[in-house]
T-cell receptor
């Protein structure tokens, strides 16, 4: 299994531009998570999906952020317009939820720099 | 959400055992205790989890206190590749009843000296 695949690995953009981060979860997994990591705030959960349905988006910072999961094998996180404070590493993770236990598998992350 | 408390950093020598503590005094009866670690420039990876009994796997052991208010991750022989941030996490119930999410704290930065 190739694991969770994120693209791009690095993204440099200018303030005001639209940014789209992509994630391919592990085949067969039914939950998907988007996290953001910065030095100041650590790892923050932005949103998570179960069976392609957004369950909890309370961590999404503001309306500039949106996430979609059109099918079980693909998800996007979009920032429009981007701002310098959005600079961070964005991780996607997937899991197979079975009862009370699940193991998250993380991708390698997308390093986003907004100038 | 139930909180965890971990030391900010710990240091160990290669080939020696490492005991990483975690306090979770407000843990609920159904909360699982999860440990993840994050190697430099990588995403977090699962290490181990448990509910009430001690657990062992190829990576580590998890010792859970009888009252479940604390736990210890044990690396039996630390290697340089074990240098990472270790997160102790309680599974929190999210919105929607049966759906859960993992909330990461600051973790413990483990340094392994050669």
């Amino acid at each position: 299994d190739a694991g969770v695949i994120q693209s791009p690995r690095h993204e440099v953009t200018e303030m005001g531009q639209e940014v789209t981060l992509r994630c391919k979860p592990i085949s067969g997994h039914n939950s998907l998570f988007w996290y953001r990591q910065t030095m100041m705030r650590g790892l923050e959960l932005l949103i998570y999906f179960n069976n392609n349905v957004p369950i909890d988006d309370s961590g999404m910072p503001e309306d500039r952020f949106s996430a979609k999961m059109p099918n079980a094998s693909f998800s996007t996180l979009k920032i429009q317009p981007s701002e310098p404070r959005d600079s961070a590493v964005y991780f996607c993770a997937s899991s197979l939820r079975q009862g009370g236990y699940e193991k998250l598998f993380f991708g390698s992350g997308t390093q986003l720099s907004v100038l | 959400d139930a909180k965890t408390t971990q030391p900010n950093s710990m240091e160990s020598n290669e080939e020696e055992p490492v005991h990483l503590p975690c306090n979770h005094s407000t843990i609920s009866g159904t909360d699982y205790i999860h440990w993840y670690r994050q190697l430099p420039s990588q995403g977090p990876e699962y290490v181990i989890h448990g509910l009430t009994s001690n657990v062992n796997n190829r990576m580590a052991s998890l010792a859970i206190a009888e009252d479940r208010k604390s736990s210890t991750l044990i690396l039996h022989r630390a290697t340089l590749r074990d240098a990472a941030v270790y997160y102790c996490i309680l599974r929190s119930p999210g919105s929607g009843g049966s759906n859960y999410k993992l909330t990461f704290g600051k973790g413990t930065l483990l340094t392994v000296n050669p």
